[in-house]
């Protein structure tokens, strides 16, 4: 296996436009985007960005309102609707750190207990009719490692 990571920037229509040309390489098996949705004020074309990713098969990671709420289920299970500066300052209250910077060493061993908690959140969702961008908290990232790493 061969991981590829490009560091591109941008926001979520963006990114799944260069993942669409990525994913043209007959090399390239699985392709990812790995995007926040920044709650209240989403990113912009985040419905177009979904739907060109569905339609060209590029696998999505999103995490509802911010990635820090994927930070926050390696620690304890979220159920409560949050907006990105309140899952920011959670996050940061819970491990300690002062910034967005984070210690991935000491998340590592917790990353199965997050995916966990994150598909607990998706059952959750499913069985509440609650969709996408509405699933908040939530996030994909479980869905991301377990490509990487197979589900346990």
Same mark, same amino acid.
């Given at each position: 296996?061969?991981?590829?990571?490009?560091?591109?920037?941008?926001?979520?229509?963006?990114l799944v436009? &260069?993942?669409?040309?990525?994913?043209?390489?007959?090399?390239?098996?699985?392709?990812?985007?790995l995007?926040?949705?920044?709650?209240?004020?989403?990113?912009?074309?985040?419905?177009?960005?979904?739907?060109?990713? &569905?339609?060209?098969?590029?696998? /999505?990671?999103?995490?509802?309102?911010?990635?820090?709420?994927?930070?926050?289920?390696?620690?304890?299970?979220?159920?409560?609707?949050?907006?990105?500066?309140?899952?920011?300052?959670?996050?940061?209250?819970?491990?300690?750190?002062?910034?967005?910077?984070?210690?991935?060493?000491?998340?590592?061993?917790?990353?199965?207990?997050?995916?966990?908690?994150?598909?607990?959140?998706?059952?959750?969702?499913?069985?509440?009719?609650?969709?996408?961008p509405?699933?908040?908290?939530?996030?994909?990232?479980?869905?991301? /490692?377990?490509?990487?790493?197979? &589900?346990?």
């Amino acid at each position: 296996m061969s991981i590829h990571i490009h560091l591109d920037h941008g926001v979520p229509l963006t990114l799944v436009r &260069k993942a669409v040309g990525y994913k043209k390489d007959p090399e390239v098996d699985e392709c990812w985007c790995l995007f926040d949705v920044e709650w209240p004020l989403n990113h912009p074309n985040l419905a177009q960005a979904v739907d060109l990713a &569905k339609s060209n098969d590029i696998k /999505l990671a999103i995490s509802n309102p911010c990635f820090e709420i994927w930070l926050m289920l390696h620690h304890q299970a979220c159920g409560a609707f949050m907006d990105t500066e309140s899952a920011e300052r959670s996050s940061r209250r819970l491990d300690g750190r002062p910034g967005k910077s984070i210690d991935a060493e000491a998340y590592m061993p917790m990353r199965k207990k997050a995916a966990r908690h994150a598909e607990r959140l998706d059952v959750r969702h499913d069985l509440n009719g609650t969709v996408f961008p509405h699933n908040n908290p939530s996030s994909g990232m479980y869905k991301f /490692l377990w490509s990487l790493e197979g &589900k346990d």
